[in-house]
């Protein structure tokens, strides 16, 4: 996530949480330091976002540090847990939205009460949890299209089969032309409902969810059943050109196919 910051009056970034912990250290904004997230509006001292960091002085610029101002012994960059009962705070586990009486805190990390089982799980065992969402890569997500595609050659045999056999029967006739397009129609009608459902409902189809993924928007929210009808239509364009618009995720730092980049998702592991 990029961050911007205010200097002398004049907005400065994007910069990452790294850029910012560096100028915090050498001096150059301060705990007053008035700073935004890219999804954020509203602009905050920087203090609300480092743990440990001292209050501002009141009376010191917003823009610079205090000379005899320190680094925090524990920096960090979360994003904070709302207090007036928003959903706009997302779980460093599984990246969804959750409301602020359903998370907890734990050093960096944002947890939704259905992963603190997991989560305190991991720290009892010694795991190094992770602080954001884990991006699927490329293979993992091919595994996923392939089960979904099984489950989609299955309906389409079951649903040929019934409408030839509403059609006539099997009397070793040609099919016409007309019944032809009618069924490639009732098939990728089968495909966008198949996809839009599972994914405006529960944010995975069933190969993702046998895969551990889940499809989110950019700032780890759910997505709608109207995106979720777009990335589907998207997703042929990725489609064409020897599939390169799927090649790019192994290439790109967010893991995204072109249909992500069109519709502004991510896949990520759950």
Not at 221 to 233: C, D
Request: hydrophobic share 45%.
């Amino acid at each position: 996530m990029e961050w911007f910051y205010r200097h002398n009056g004049q907005e400065i970034g994007p910069v990452s949480a790294g850029d910012l912990k560096a100028l915090f250290k050498s001096g150059s904004i301060g705990a007053a330091t008035q700073v935004r997230r890219q999804d954020m509006s509203a602009w905050q001292p920087l203090q609300q976002f480092v743990r440990g960091a001292p209050s501002p002085d009141p009376g010191a610029e917003a823009s610079t540090a205090p000379a005899n101002e320190a680094a925090p012994s524990g920096w960090t960059m979360p994003s904070p847990i709302p207090t007036d009962g928003s959903t706009a705070a997302t779980c460093s586990e599984c990246g969804r939205a959750a409301a602020a009486a359903d998370l907890i805190r734990f050093d960096d990390a944002i947890i939704c009460s259905d992963c603190k089982p997991l989560f305190i799980q991991k720290l009892r065992a010694g795991v190094n949890v992770r602080s954001g969402p884990v991006y699927a890569g490329f293979w993992v997500r091919f595994g996923a299209k392939l089960i979904d595609l099984l489950i989609l050659v299955g309906i389409n045999l079951v649903t040929g089969l019934v409408f030839i056999l509403a059609a006539g029967g099997m009397d070793g006739g040609d099919a016409s032309p007309a019944d032809s397009f009618l069924l490639q129609a009732i098939y990728q009608a089968f495909g966008a409902a198949y996809t839009t459902l599972f994914l405006g409902r529960f944010g995975a189809t069933p190969g993702k969810m046998a895969c551990g993924l889940r499809v989110v928007a950019a700032d780890g929210r759910s997505i709608s059943y109207l995106r979720a009808l777009g990335r589907y239509l998207a997703e042929f364009l990725s489609g064409m050109l020897l599939l390169l618009g799927y090649i790019m995720a192994a290439f790109d730092g967010e893991k995204r196919t072109l249909h992500d980049r069109i519709c502004a998702t991510r896949v990520v592991r759950v």
